[in-house]
T-cell receptor
Framework: KNEVEQSPQNLTAQEGEFITINCSYS?????LHWLQQHPGGGIVSLFM???GKKKHGRLIATINIQEKHSSLHITASHPRDSAVYIC??????FGAGTRLTVKP | DAGVIQSPRHEVTEMGQEVTLRCKPI?????LFWYRQTMMRGLELLIY????????DSGMPEDRFSAKMPNASFSTLKIQPSEPRDSAVYFC????????????FGPGTRLTVL
């Protein structure tokens, strides 16, 4: 069993829809990261979470340390949000990624 | 700041050749990471340095791989001899302080070993 599990693996949405990507982990952590990998391959760190909730624009990330679970939400999704979203914990164990496609 | 700089961006080589990938972290960052990404295995941590000292190299696949950080502004990842299964995108990332800080990724080096 992977230490970091993401779901779903693939997600297709219509523009404007609310998106949720989930991450569960089995190891103790001090921080969890959400990364975005663009179609061109570049990787950007979206959030680092150690507790609670963070918001940046249309993106919201939450973490429940007791449940060992985090979610990434995208409100009012847009085609430019199409990317692979990767959850990572510790130094750094990665989920397999969620490929999001937002159709206009 | 120019961000994390990696070179070359693309490398094509033949099996058995030595390959050296280079990374310049963001100035002032004291942690540096090397990652490998493949379709089969996704992103994997190879090694990370803190204050130029290797802290965890458990992800380095085998003795053919070596990494150095001779100073705070430069690191290399060397593969000798290279094999086709080493074909992947290799990312370097740097971070300013502790594990709770943001990592900044370089653009990656796409390595193809024929």
């Amino acid at each position: 069993k992977n230490e970091v599990e993401q779901s779903p693996q693939n997600l297709t949405a219509q523009e404007g829809e609310f998106i949720t990507i989930n991450c569960s982990y089995s190891v103790g952590i001090s921080a969890l990261h959400w990364l975005q990998q663009h179609p061109g391959g570049g990787i950007v760190s979206l959030f680092m979470l150690s507790s609670g909730k963070k918001k940046h624009g249309r993106l919201i990330a939450t973490i429940n340390i007791q449940e060992k679970h985090s979610s990434l939400h995208i409100t009012a999704s847009h085609p430019r949000d199409s990317a692979v979203y990767i959850c990572a914990v510790g130094h750094m164990r990665f989920g397999a990624g969620t490929r999001l496609t937002v159709k206009p | 700041d120019a961000g994390v700089i990696q070179s070359p961006r693309h490398e094509v080589t033949e099996m058995g050749q030595e390959v050296t990938l280079r990374c310049k972290p963001i100035s002032g960052h004291n942690s540096l990471f090397w990652y490998r990404q493949t379709m089969m295995r996704g992103l994997e941590l190879l090694i990370y340095f803190n204050n130029n000292v290797p802290i965890d190299d458990s992800g380095m696949p085998e003795d053919r791989f070596s990494a150095k950080m001779p100073n705070a502004s430069f690191s290399t990842l060397k593969i000798q001899p290279s094999e086709p299964r080493d074909s992947a995108v290799y990312f370097c990332a740097s971070r300013s302080r502790g594990v709770t800080d943001t990592q900044y990724f370089g653009p990656g080096t796409r390595l193809t070993v024929l």
